[in-house]
């Protein structure tokens, strides 16, 4: 049996064949697994638990109905999604992790994150996130209509597209030194992220230790999936039919 890690799938009502895609998945490949691991940006964005799009709403059913069947499903904020909370726990019947985490994997221990921690050379973004992230933040933002909170979302969204448009590529990677840091902190030598939607694995070294760094894809374009089992991962993407 495998542990199945995806991330960035950013599932909205704009987008049906990733919402497709995904509930394919979650009734195949994702039945026979012990797990599921979704690292984060599962949804486009995210304005709180009383307000999910007709898409977001048939990925949390998708989501209970796996659950339901017996596979643990195990969810980490992302940028977009951080607000999920209890309501979504218990609609889809997932759990909430926090970020970051060390998961045990079949003997190893790995350290897993949404991954937009890392990217520490975005100045602006790392303000931004520690506004969001404060809970006085956010009860007040909850508190908005929803329709007020949808047009700050779209305020956002279309404010952070221009951003990352307006940034250098290396700017909006992770940095070299973060991931140092992280991975000496933990003690691990393998760290797990997405968000940066650049599928690969790379080799490095942490105070001379050999390290590896699996970076998840998106899933615009097709499936990205991290298959892990007794022998190892294994970084797939899944293609698109439809
Ligand atoms: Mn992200």
New binding site residues.
């Given amino acids: 049996m495998a542990t199945l890690f995806i991330s960035?799938l950013h599932i909205d009502a704009s987008r049906p064949p990733i919402l497709e895609q995904f509930l394919t998945f979650l009734q195949a490949e994702a039945r026979n697994t012990e797990a599921l691991y979704i690292l984060?940006?599962l949804f486009e964005s995210w304005i709180g638990d009383d307000a999910p799009d007709p898409a977001q709403s048939a990925a949390i059913d998708g989501l209970r109905t796996l659950t339901s069947n017996g596979v643990p499903c195990f969810v980490m904020h992302?940028?977009?999604d951080f607000l999920m909370s209890r309501q979504f726990c218990g609609a889809s019947g997932a759990q909430l992790l926090p970020d970051p985490l060390i998961v045990t994997l079949y003997g190893e221990p790995v350290l897993v994150m949404?991954g937009?921690a890392l990217c520490t050379d975005d100045r602006a973004y790392q303000r931004l996130r520690a506004t969001v992230r404060d809970a006085d933040w956010q009860r007040q933002f909850l508190a908005l209509s929803i329709a007020a909170r949808r047009a700050l979302a779209g305020a956002a969204r279309a404010g952070s597209r221009a951003h990352t448009q307006a940034m250098e590529h290396s700017i909006t990677d992770v940095n070299a030194d973060s991931v140092t840091l992280a991975l000496r902190s933990a003690g691990t030598s393998t760290l797990l992220h997405?968000?940066t939607h650049r599928p690969a694995i790379h080799a490095l070294q942490v105070d001379g230790r050999p390290c590896t760094r699996i970076v998840l894809g998106d899933w615009y374009e097709q499936g990205s999936v991290l298959r892990w089992d007794r022998h190892g991962p294994e970084l797939r993407s899944l293609s698109r039919i439809i």
């Fill in positions: 960035d984060g940006d992302g940028n977009r949404h937009d997405g968000h």
